[in-house]
């Protein structure tokens, strides 16, 4: 009869420190007033926006449905258009942008200040991307080395990425780039969670026979740590909870790695570990 499951969780798994002090934030801040609005979901996962609900923090879609209470900005940045509408309502505003993603935008601003063609390497249409890239009056996103291919080519530009990146898509770009632009001036804006998470990740992968990503499908993070752990183990799987898991993945293994996007809060992770550590040990004869 095989032992059970070698349950191996990368050291730091889940809520990056810009996520928690978001949520943190918010919940001071509704315990202080009664209630606060959030635009849009603090984060990219489906229980920790449940669960903050439960706390009288409250999402909504536009400034329209706000009134009386605070209303707080999320981690993922805000466009300078809400920040100015609701400036002009005289709207109490929490600010939970990460402070790297502040960054970013500061470094946008510079490389624009120095009068270059900018360029983001992201995801079309994130959250994210769409606030650096209003942070200045014309930005391109470049989400892979096919689109940087396609592109001109110029004299003078600057790039900078969204944080959760994968790194191997950010060089493989930079590569292209650096043949087609003739002062480039890049800077690496992908963030040391991100860094030091996918490295966790390229770590255990191969020590693992499974591994298993916890977090959202709506998160770009999570996906691309399930990406990145594929590259190094081909029986890795992304979960939302442990109800996703199917005990079939674990046929003739002995060992299981478990990692978590940053928006995945801590109790989801346990009961992902808790239930590998139930996994019947005749489905893996």
């Not at 605070?70 to 300078?80: E, Q, S, W």
């Not at 100015?84 to 490389?111: M, Q, R």
Request: with cysteine.
């Amino acid at each position: 009869m095989p032992e059970a499951l070698k349950i191996r969780v990368a050291k730091d798994a889940g809520f990056c420190f810009g996520v928690r002090d978001a949520i943190e934030k918010a919940r001071e801040i509704a315990s202080e007033h009664g209630k606060v609005y959030m635009l849009g979901d603090i984060v990219h996962n489906e229980r920790v926006v449940s669960q903050l609900e439960q706390d009288n923090i409250k999402v909504v879609d536009t400034l329209d449905e706000v009134s009386e209470a605070p209303v707080l900005f999320r981690a993922h940045g805000t466009i300078p258009e809400i920040w100015e509408a609701a400036a002009e309502k005289n709207l109490d505003i929490v600010d939970a942008t990460c402070p790297l993603v502040h960054e970013i935008h500061d470094e946008i601003k510079k490389l624009h200040a120095e009068d270059r063609k900018l360029l983001i390497i992201g995801d079309h249409g994130h959250d994210e991307v769409v606030a650096i890239q209003a942070q200045v009056p014309k930005a391109f996103v470049i989400s892979s080395v096919d689109e940087a291919e396609a592109l001109p080519r110029m004299k003078k530009a600057g790039v900078v990425s969204q944080s959760t990146q994968m790194i191997e898509n950010v060089q493989d770009i930079i590569g292209v780039l650096s043949m087609k632009i003739f002062d480039l001036r890049f800077v690496n804006t992908v963030c040391f969670p991100t860094r030091r998470n996918q490295a966790q990740i390229k770590e255990l992968a191969p020590l693992s026979d499974v591994m298993i990503i916890v977090g959202s499908y709506t998160s770009a993070n999570t996906k691309r740590l399930h990406e990145v752990s594929l590259t190094m183990n081909p029986r890795s799987y992304m979960v939302e909870g442990a109800s996703d898991i199917d005990a079939a993945w674990f046929e003739n293994a002995e060992s299981v790695g478990v990692s978590a996007g940053a928006s995945s809060p801590d109790d989801l992770i346990e009961e992902v570990v808790e239930h590998l550590k139930n996994i019947n040990v005749q489905t893996r004869v």
